[in-house]
């Protein structure tokens, strides 16, 4: 029976069936037990024999099944623990990782060079009314931008701002200069999209103001922009240009050199100039001049990175973005 008993407990494959291995040999009906029981009937001297050889049995038997018991134990935490592991030798499930637009990449340059400069940032609402839109800048009521062929209008009357211009108003409107001021943001007209032109774009727009603040200061401002993205050789043309909240205005351009290419060209930007009094007049200023100017942000990235279409930058085509990973 030993020999027999020994070998199942050895071969119990979980602690239950170890347990009714157990109950069959020492369990109040197991045979262990039964043999036990079976002295009472021998005769005293075969008794002693006997009782000692049953209960070495017994304690060889439980000996061997908490032996056992704690095996399957540490079986069954070796096996959660192996599949707990992690194989750090096996190659990883490469994550692919994001980047910034081409678009953020460039206003963050630009922002970095104002604020070198500075400037103080300040974003404005992209839903605008006509007042700041316009009528604050100096717009005439008959002047063409404000046709529903040129601008989105909302059933309310508001406008999709066309310009970042309308955050001048606003910012003068609550604060006192001297100021260094420049609003990146979208703007949205109501065109025929092309390869230069889209419904959605961006500019940036500077304002500066205070005393005695000239065209000078105005080009200086440009130039250093210029210099700051394209380096000590760039140059800047201000041609005269109307704008209704600038006198007199101008549009600027930047001579910039192709570091691929070689080639030289102009590039053109936006418009500026120094703001018209009838703005200062709108927002109570008295005694201060200023400049302003804005250009369109896409302009500035599609040339000097060869962007043949403007719609490009909204496309979200991989293999044109990933073209522009930190580039700037
Ligand atoms: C002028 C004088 C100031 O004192 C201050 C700002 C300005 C700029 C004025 N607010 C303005 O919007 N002028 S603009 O109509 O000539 O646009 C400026 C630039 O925005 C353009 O040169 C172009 O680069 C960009 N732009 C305009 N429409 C666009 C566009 N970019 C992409 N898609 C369009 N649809």
Known sequence: MLEQALREIEAAPDPQQLQDIRVRYLGKRGMVT?????????????RREAGQRI??????????????????????????LESESVDVTLPGARLKQGGLHLMTLVTHRLIEIFVSLGYEVAVGPELETDYYNFTALNFPQEHPARDTQDTFFTTDGR?????????????????????????????????????T?????????????????TMADLKGAITEMAT??????????????????????????IWWTNPRTGEQQWLELGGC????????????????????????????????????D???FYQSDLRVLNQFRGAV
Do not use: W
Not at 34 to 46: I, S, T, V, Y
Not at 197 to 211: K, M, P
Not at 233 to 248: G, I, K, M, N
């Open 34 to 46: 039964q043999e036990l029981k079976r002295l009472g009937a021998l005769r005293p001297d075969e």
């Open 55 to 80: 209960n070495r049995l017994k304690s060889v038997l439980e000996e061997a099944i908490h032996e056992r018991r704690e095996a399957l134990e540490r079986e069954a935490v070796r096996r959660q």
């Open 159 to 195: 406008v999709m701002r066309t310009h970042t211009s309308p955050m001048q108003v606003r910012y003068m409107e609550s604060h006192r200069p001297p100021f260094r001021l420049i609003v990146p943001g979208r703007a949205y007209r109501n065109e025929a999209v092309d390869v």
């Open 197 to 213: 032109h889209e419904a959605q774009f961006h500019q940036l727009e500077a304002l500066v103001v205070g005393e005695r603040i």
């Open 228 to 253: 700051a993205l394209f380096g000590r050789d760039t140059r800047t043309r201000l041609q005269p240009a109307y704008f209704p909240f600038v006198e007199p205005g101008a549009e600027f351009a």
């Open 273 to 308: 100039g120094m703001v018209h009094p009838n703005v200062f007049r709108a927002v109570g200023y008295e005694g201060v001049t200023g400049f302003a100017f804005g250009f369109g942000i896409e302009r500035l990235a599609l040339i000097p990175f060869g962007i043949p």
């Open 310 to 312: 403007i719609r490009h």
